[in-house]
């Protein structure tokens, strides 16, 4: 968005002169559009962030979703946390996972692996991550006998998360 000038011409000062009015909505119309392109300059670097923080996931899928808190990503682009998250609200990406809110890309860490199988060992898990590997082994289940909370929990366990049954329901 860009403001026009040419809209105001050469007579400027006559115009502003003659009716206040017009030099105060001259200046809420440029204020408006310094406003959009500050915002849209905190969303880029945003999702730039993003994309550069969580690559795996975006190559590998959402068990590979990183820990990483709007609080450090605000430290990184240099605003507040708060302005991290209104920028964030109601906005989404679209990838080959589906399509996730913006705020999905900030979670926080919830425990560490501990396993050997795991290339991924001693790599902090988040919050989102493990619910990803709860939803698997949910979609995995027997139909007929669903898994209970406890051995979703032993399930992890053996693959190396401590999650207490409370948290896995």
Not at 10 to 28: C, D, M, R, T
Not at 104 to 132: I, M, Q
Request: net charge positive.
């Amino acid at each position: 968005i860009k403001f026009d000038q040419s809209l105001i011409g050469s007579h400027k000062k006559e115009l502003f002169s003659a009716n206040p009015q017009i030099k105060e909505k001259v200046l809420e119309a440029k204020n408006l559009v310094q406003a959009i392109q500050h915002r849209n300059s905190t969303l880029k670097k945003i999702v730039e962030l993003i994309c550069r923080e969580q690559k795996d996931f975006f190559f590998e899928g959402p068990r590979r979703l990183k820990p990483m808190l709007m609080k450090d990503a605000a430290k990184i682009i240099e605003c507040h946390e708060s302005t991290i998250s209104r920028a964030c609200h109601k906005k989404y990406v679209s990838t080959r996972w589906g399509v996730f809110e913006l705020s999905y890309f900030f979670s926080p860490t919830l425990g560490t692996y501990k396993g050997k199988e795991n290339p991924h060992t001693n790599d902090d898990c988040c919050v989102n991550a493990l619910n990803e590997m709860v939803k698997d082994v949910i979609l995995k289940e027997n139909k007929t006998h669903p898994v209970s909370d406890e051995q979703i929990s032993k399930i992890m366990l053996n693959q190396g998360y401590k999650l207490a049954r409370r948290t896995v329901s």
